[in-house]
């Protein structure tokens, strides 16, 4: 079974950073698919970034383009987002997700696939 543990969410202001991190444990790290999503309240769960198993392959959601960064860490087990210029919009509740169904050189799927989550952590961006 896949444990997926967040840590690194607190409270910034606009235009701050912030990293989150993801372990993970149960599995060996590079048979996993990596990605985050987030949830705002009020709102469905969204993709933000996706890391492929061999870390060569990544996918961002539109609205982090250019501001997040998705990498693994295969020795340590570990997925990182860095987030850069935060925006009051990027407050929500960010989950380390894995899939076990990804091809090793294919960014995994946006939507499907993903059957591990982590509890959590929260961002919020003040303005």
């Known amino acids: 079974q896949v444990q997926l543990v967040e840590s690194g969410g607190g409270l910034v202001q606009a235009g701050g950073s912030l990293r989150l991190s993801c372990a993970a444990s149960?599995?060996?790290?590079?048979?996993?698919?990596m990605g985050w999503f987030r949830q705002a309240p009020g709102k469905e769960r969204e993709f933000v970034a996706a890391v492929s198993r061999s870390g060569g392959r990544i996918d961002y959601a539109d609205s982090v383009k250019g501001r997040f960064t998705i990498s693994r860490d295969n020795a340590r087990s570990t997925v990182y987002l860095q987030m850069n210029s935060l925006k009051p919009e990027d407050t929500a509740v960010y989950y380390c997700?894995?899939?076990?169904?990804?091809?090793?050189?294919?960014?995994?799927?946006?939507?499907?696939?993903?059957?591990?989550w982590g509890q959590g952590t929260q961002v919020t961006v003040s303005s």
């Open positions: 149960g599995r060996t790290f590079s048979t996993l698919g």
């Open positions: 997700a894995a899939t076990l169904t990804a091809p090793y050189i294919s960014v995994p799927s946006r939507k499907y696939g993903w059957t591990h």
